[in-house]
Each structure stands twice: as structure tokens, then as C-alpha cells.
């Protein structure tokens, strides 16, 4: 797979694919928000979103079904790509190849060492590595380490140990759809359908419905632990992390513990996560007022708070975090990277 | 406060004191089911529930109004309380003069070094020291170690790092309620109100609503970490806590992280957990089978699943537990705590 100069231009040719699911709606709408110079949006899905449409800049735009021939790509100079990892697999080294850098937030290239991964508040520069694609992570791994990169930076942390409160809408918008279903048929004493998530998920939750590995790891939890040492480029750090699903619909929790080399006060880690990109600091002990899931909805930085000394070890830390998952889990942090590809600093 | 001798009968007159709340109507409810050796059943509750009645062997108990004199406890052999830290503080004392033995639930006297805090399957002994008190555990530190010491009694653990995600129910009746009527507003597009808990609970999670001291921790969370020590009967195991509400009607689950002195094997710590008494291995994972609070709720064993290492750390252990707040974590505690004291094996 060549590796196209990226040629920057006043504007530019942009494909979303997988432009019916959640992450690509969002995709949509962000690419509007922030203004992005779109000379002409295409939209892609799958033959079940074929002739449906959205709406861009006050025109519809048409959803056309994913061919994956070569002349499909033709003419695009940037390709964001929301469409799972099996199609990621197939079409990217297609669309590459006639010329476009495409933006993937699925996981079929993220471990790849030809491929950079990118948090644009953590690792810019890998942006410039790319080979034609870039590689959006994984949203729980985003969310976490938008808090957590600033203070490992200022001072090392040795070991992570997360727990997490994910979102229906990391599952797509039938989960979302399934989560208030469900809701409303154990309201009225119906039977509850199962289409998307394994187990009930109103009123309930449960481990993240992803595979789970001999290690007894799914997964959820092996990308977040993959994921965050390659973005961070530390390869010490260890992560021990338990991926739950919960009936929220779209922002995803964790509460966080972080052992670092040396001492690191609530104070101190205050001051820098104040200062930090993508961060808004929540943490109001005496209004009882920490990050929350219908906070963090359709925001773009990722909240935190509780902020405090884990008195069960050494320079150990405690925080907890919320972020949008359809944005700076994924749609956000893609349109972040493809500022930086094109020099939008924001 | 003087303690009475336990006399042993065949049956005991027995007051359940917070009758009308979620705690109360437990208790009610599981003296028929295990069939309690009870001579008479008088219920108690505030003035808002006077009047009020359960239902008891199919006899309709009315409940009284609490008046703290000394005649209103006369002739009772036993007294379950859940009527709040502060009413407790007032009535037990009359009670124990009077010459019953009070199993509270509150967390009154939890901390008090003359008053025994019980969770039956871990320190039984301890309940024979009473002296007229015997405490009831906090529901999250209950569920947690029922799954916990029978690990630490083979294995000392050093420390224990825990992330909750605790149902409704623990806030009360009206909580749980309250769960439903947001819920319901929320899908009806209504405006929601707040009355029990301080933020919106449908579809949100928070960290837990109770006041949060100078060191950054809250009164949940403190409540675990101390009470923990107490039972454990060990002052070195350090703990970190992080207390979440999460929109599920009665049964908390805890994301735990334990680590050991030595070496324990997840293949080990399962058949521990096979054999401990009040534990339910449900740990399935190719099956993607693990405890969910719907699975929990109504039962009287904690299910623990997800026994993993935690490769992050030397000697880790990874676990997720989901057990009934309102039977394990309270109500069903209390009673196995009177079962033992007269002496019925189960």
C-alpha cells in the first residue's frame, strides 16, 4: 500500500462511510459544527442504508451503498471511515490506492506499526507518519487518556487500573434505540426484545459484550490496553481495566487509579488537567458535582473530577472521567485528526 | 448501656423498626420466608407510615408510630433497625436497657469497638460479644466481602481497589421510585423531577450522593474502607474506593481489583469461591455469561464472576461481583445475624 503526499488544497473532496450509524451522523454534523473546508461531501453505507440520506450545509446528501472497486474512491481527498472492521479491511487499501488519506475509527488498523494512532491532544505529531491511513482509537481508550496522558507526561505513571461505565451508543444506534425499547416495554410490564445486546440492558448492566479471550480479558479491554501504550508511546505502563456496559445512552464513565513514579497531589493534578487540552476539571466536593454521562452528552471535552489522593498506595491518584462517545470517542477525535492533516489549529 | 444475656427460646417477640422502607419490607418479608421463630411481629415507622400495614404469615401487621420511651420496648426479645443513623442513635440505647438485643442496620454504631459489625459467613464469632448491639454492615461493603474474605483468609490481601456501580434501592423506596418516574418522564418527554436523589438518575450515573469530606472521599466510600478493616479484622488492607449510582433498581455489582501477598491463580480463587458459603460463581465466559444485577436481584448469594489476573500488578486478582442491596447488603445480613445469635444453623 503506497502512501500519498497529502496535497493540501482550499477545500476538499470527503467521504464518510458508514454514514447512517451513529458515529457517522456524528461525523456529519461535526464536519458542519466546525466548519471543515468540504469542497463536495460523499456518503456511504451499506446496502441497507442505501438511498436513505442526511443533511449537510441545508442540502441532502444522499447515501449511496459502498462498491469496493477502485473507481469508487476516485476523487476523494479524505475518506473518514465509521463502517466496522471487516469493511475497513476490504475498502481502505482500495480508497489508499487511488489517492485518498482516510481517517478509520474502526480497529482493523490501529495495532498496525505502519499505521499511526491518534489522539490529537496527545500525539500530533504521529499524524504526520501516516501512510495513507490513520488510525481513530478506540473510544473508551480516547476518553481515558485525554485525562490521563497530561499527568503521565508530567510525571510517569507506572500502572492504570480502570473501571468503566460505557454508554449504549458504543454499540451503535440500534443499541441506543434497543436501551430505550427496552426501557419502555419493562415500564409497561411487556416483554423485553434482545436484538443488538446480548442481556438486558434496562435497568441493568452488564461485562462489555465483546468476545472474551483465554486470558479471561474481552476484547474492550484489550484495546484499551493495547491502544494506550501505543498512543502513548510507553510500552511499560501497565493496565489492568474492567469494561461494563450501563444503561446510559451516550457518554461513557470511568473511575481511574493512577500509580505514579513520584508524588503527584490531588492539587498539582488539578493544575494540570485545568491546563490541558480536551479537559474540562468538574470537582465540586460540596455541591457534590462530578462528571456525569448527561454532562458530558455533546460535549467535546472529556469531564473530570474526584480528584483525589488513592491513600491505598504509594503516589497513588483517583479520578473520574465522562466523555461524549460519539464525540471525542469517535467522530470528534476524527475530524480532530483531519484538522491537523490539513493545519486547522484550533 | 449495659448488655442483657441472650436468653434462648423457642420463640421471640421481634420489632422491625423502619417497617414501611425498602430495608423494612425485606425484613418482613424474609423472617416469613426463612420462617423466624417468631412469637409476635410489631412494626415501627415514622409518623408518615403510622397507620401503615404489612402483611406477615398472611396476618395483617399494622404499623406503629416510634416513640422513644422506655415502655414502648418493653417485652421484646429482638429489634431489627433501619430507620436511619440518627433515630437509631436515640431509640437503641432505650431498647438495650430495656433488655432487647438490636440488630441495626444503620451505620450508628458500625464503628463503635463495643458493638460487633457481622456479615455471618466472615466473622460470626464476633456476634456472641455484643452487648445489646449488634451492626449491620453497609450494603456495598457486604456484597463486596462476602466475594473478598474467603480469598484473603487463604491468601492475606494487601489491598483492594473498587469501582461500584450501586442500584437505586440503596437511597430507599423512594429512590427506586423515583428511578421509575424520571424514567418514565424522560421517555414521555416531560420535565423530570428531582425529589430523593440531587441529580437526574434515568439514563445518568453520578458519584454517590452522600457528602464528600476534606480528604476527597465520601461518606459511602469511607463507610467501606473502615468497615472493611472492622470485619476483616485486619487495620493493614488498603483500600480504594470509588462509589457510583447507577439507573438499576436493587442490586449493587462492584468492579474489584485485589492484591495478594502471594500468588493466586484465578483457577484457585474460583474454587475458593466455589466453596465459600453466600458466594455464587457465575463466570461463563464463553458464554459472555458474568453477574448483572437482574440476575442478582432476589437472590441471597453474591455472584462473582470475572476472575481474572490483573496482570498490571504482582499477585493481582480481577473480579466483578453484583449482589442484592436489599437483601445481602441489608435486610438478609440482619437476619442471619439473629438466626446465628439463637443458635439456627443453616
Known amino acids: 500500500m503506497k502512501g500519498p503526499a497529502f496535497v493540501k488544497k482550499d477545500k476538499y473532496n470527503v467521504a464518510v462511510v458508514g454514514a447512517s450509524g451513529a458515529v457517522g ?10 466548519d471543515f473546508p468540504v469542497e463536495k461531501l ?4 451499506s446496502e441497507r442504508s442505501e438511498g436513505k440520506s442526511a443533511k449537510f450545509r441545508n442540502q441532502k446528501v444522499t447515501i449511496q451503498k459502498l462498491a469496493i472497486e ?17 469493511v475497513s479491511k476490504q475498502f481502505i487499501p482500495v480508497a489508499v490506492e487511488r489517492g485518498a488519506v482516510v481517517i478509520d475509527n474502526t480497529s482493523a488498523f490501529r495495532l498496525d506499526p505502519a499505521v499511526p ?13 501516516h501512510k495513507g491511513i490513520i488510525a481513530n482509537p478506540n473510544c473508551t ?21 480502570c473501571a468503566t461505565y460505557q454508554s449504549a451508543s458504543g454499540a451503535g444506534a440500534r443499541a441506543m434505540q434497543e436501551l430505550e425499547n427496552q426501557t419502555r416495554d419493562y415500564l409497561e410490564g411487556k416483554p423485553l426484545r434482545k436484538e443488538v445486546f446480548p442481556h438486558q440492558i434496562a435497568f441493568n448492566l452488564f461485562s462489555h459484550d465483546s468476545p472474551v479471550s483465554e486470558s479471561g480479558y474481552n476484547t474492550e479491554e484489550l484495546k484499551v490496553i493495547q491502544e494506550s501504550k501505543k498512543i502513548l508511546h510507553d510500552d511499560q505502563i501497565r493496565i489492568g481495566i474492567t469494561c461494563v456496559r450501563v444503561p446510559v ?8 487509579y493512577l500509580e505514579f513514579e513520584s508524588k503527584m497531589t490531588p492539587r498539582e493534578a488539578r493544575k494540570i488537567l485545568e491546563d490541558a487540552p480536551g479537559v474540562k476539571v468538574v470537582d465540586e466536593p460540596q455541591k457534590g458535582h462530578f462528571p456525569m ?3 458530558a452528552s455533546g460535549q467535546d471535552q472529556v469531564l473530570v473530577g474526584r480528584i483525589r489522593d488513592d491513600g491505598s498506595t504509594e503516589n497513588g491518584l483517583a479520578l473520574f472521567v465522562s ?22 489549529q484550533r
Chains 1, 2 share one sequence.
Request: charge should be positive.
Open 70 to 86: 477502485p473507481t469508487s474512491f476516485d476523487g476523494f481527498d479524505l475518506v473518514l471511515s465509521s463502517a466496522g472492521a471487516f
Open 293 to 295: 454521562p448527561i454532562e
Open 323 to 344: 466523555g461524549d462517545q460519539l464525540r471525542k470517542g469517535a467522530a470528534l477525535n476524527a475530524i480532530q485528526i483531519a484538522e491537523r492533516l490539513i493545519n486547522i
Open 117 to 129: 494512532l491518534v489522539i490529537p491532544e496527545i500525539n500530533p505529531e504521529d499524524i504526520q507518519k
Open 25 to 34: 451522523q456524528e461525523m456529519v454534523k461535526i464536519l458542519e459544527e466546525r
Open 141 to 161: 481508550a480516547a476518553i481515558m487518556l485525554v485525562a490521563v496522558a497530561p499527568l503521565h507526561r508530567k510525571n510517569r505513571i507506572k500502572r492504570i487500573i
Open 249 to 256: 445512552m451516550r457518554a461513557h464513565s470511568a473511575a481511574i
Open 42 to 45: 460523499s456518503l456511504f453505507g
